[in-house]
T-cell receptor
Framework: QLQLQESGPGLVKPSETLPLTCTVS??????????WGWIRQPPGKGLEWIGS???????NNNPSLKSRLNMFVDTSKNQFSLKLKSVTGADTAVYYC??????????????????WSQGTLVTVSS | DIQMTQSPSSLSASVGDRVTITCRAS??????VNWYQQKPRKAPKLLIY???NLQSGVPSRFSGSGSGTDFSLTISSLQPEDFATYFC?????????FGQGTKVEIK
């Protein structure tokens, strides 16, 4: 059973860079069927997809964050990470990592998120 | 971006009630919709994928339907553990987007 655990600072100053790492256990990050994703949730609000990456480093990003976002994979540590630059209070949120799983039937392919981490609150404040 | 609009934003119901939550997409997304349940201070949990496919381990009282732009999640007989917030999510077009959530509360 896959388990994901994120780690990172709970507090980041405005204009600085937010680093988060997600460690995968119970399976290899080198899986052709998976993308490894980040989703965030501002306090009391809904969910926002940040981006996803496969073990080769291919990415899909949310265009609203793309210019500030960097994602990468460390297969030797079974980890994937993000760095979000120039943060503001609007980036205060619970950040989750999750697996983007694909289901293929015939010529069609569906995606969903599963094996979510517990989430970590990141507050942007001076 | 594809907008996902859920209704209602909240509802009160009793144990045993049949509950339906709807989600409308801003464009045709065929059946590329997933539903998640989130309890306070917990990560979302997948219930339904591809509009109507029940995720393994999810009770059969949960069901999903719809196609095109209109989708629904139904709980046939609400149980105490079902009081939570429910989100729809489209996987038709990047960026993947979520509905704003529907909170199911105890009447």
């Amino acid at each position: 059973q896959l388990q994901l655990q994120e780690s990172g600072p709970g507090l980041v100053k405005p204009s600085e860079t937010l680093p988060l790492t997600c460690t995968v256990s119970g399976g290899s990050i080198r899986n052709d069927s998976f993308y490894w994703g980040w989703i965030r949730q501002p306090p009391g609000k809904g969910l926002e997809w940040i981006g996803s990456i496969d073990y080769s480093g291919n990415t899909n990003n949310n265009p609203s964050l793309k210019s500030r976002l960097n994602m990468f994979v460390d297969t030797s540590k079974n980890q994937f990470s993000l760095k979000l630059k120039s943060v503001t209070g609007a980036d205060t949120a619970v950040y989750y990592c999750a697996v983007r799983i694909s289901v293929i039937r015939g010529l069609r392919q569906w995606y969903y998120f599963d094996y979510w981490s517990q989430g970590t609150l990141v507050t942007v404040s001076s | 971006d594809i907008q996902m609009t859920q209704s209602p934003s909240s509802l009160s119901a009793s144990v045993g009630d049949r509950v339906t939550i709807t989600c409308r997409a801003s464009q045709n997304i065929i059946n590329y919709v997933n539903w998640y349940q989130q309890k306070p201070r917990k990560a979302p949990k997948l219930l339904i994928y591809a509009a109507s496919n029940l995720q393994s381990g999810v009770p059969s009282r949960f069901s999903g339907s719809g196609s095109g732009t209109d989708f629904s999640l139904t709980i046939s007989s609400l149980q105490p553990e079902d009081f939570a917030t429910y989100f729809c999510q489209q996987s038709h077009t990047v960026p993947w987007t979520f509905g704003q959530g529907t909170k199911v509360e105890i009447k």
